[in-house]
């Protein structure tokens, strides 16, 4: 995944601003909190039609996303809670985003993209939502095409290159996708019906 690659380059980077936080002894789940208000108002900016604004925006402010893990373990922070409450605001942190265009295109009466847009937060909930359940019943599932981290940069690809309406589609598609594909590896892991 597009995704490990990211994390996995990051870190050279994340570190040294997680310290540098850390210092000033905040919360990890204060870094998750701002980072969703963040998001908020960049659904503000997108309702309003600056998309190339937006993508700039959901680029810089993605760090307050990956920072807040690395800031949990470097100052010895981590709980079962923050995890939760990095995992829910991160499900609404793309709602709100999907939210803005959703308002936008509905003010400029474009039917296709509003369609779009509902087929992907869909896909996107069915995504997150498939590998809860699989942890639920005891199968760790992280594969998948198109997990948070490429959704998010497909969708940042379309606004700064105002192509939205063609990133909608490839996030409508592949999300939905994604979903079954993780529904597929959790019968194979499981072995189906004859699994128990």
Do not use: C
Not at 49 to 60: K, S
Not at 96 to 118: P, S, T, W
Not at 139 to 167: C, H, M, S, Y
């Amino acid at each position: 995944m597009l995704s490990e690659l990211v994390r996995k380059h990051s870190k050279r980077f994340l570190e040294p601003l997680a310290r540098l936080i850390s210092r000033l002894n905040i919360s990890p789940n204060v870094i998750t909190i701002i980072g969703f208000l963040l998001m908020v108002g960049v659904a503000f900016v997108l309702a309003n039609g600056y998309f190339l604004l937006a993508g700039i925006l959901i680029t810089g402010f993605a760090i307050f996303d990956a920072i807040d893990g690395t800031l949990a373990r470097m100052m010895g922070r981590t709980s079962r809670f923050g995890a939760f409450l990095d995992s829910t605001l991160d499900r609404l942190s793309e709602a709100v985003i999907f939210l803005g265009l959703f308002i936008f295109f509905m003010q400029q009466g474009n039917q296709l993209e509003l369609i779009l847009i509902y087929a992907t937060v869909v896909g996107s909930l069915m995504v997150s939502y498939a590998r809860a359940r699989a942890e639920g019943i005891g199968v760790p599932l992280k594969d998948g095409w198109f997990t948070r981290f490429e959704r998010i940069f497909v969708l940042v690809i379309g606004l700064l290159f105002n192509q939205v309406t063609v990133a909608l589609l490839i996030l409508a598609v592949f999300t939905n996708l994604t979903a079954v594909q993780r529904m597929y590896l959790v019968w194979r892991i499981t072995g189906g019906e004859k699994g128990g």
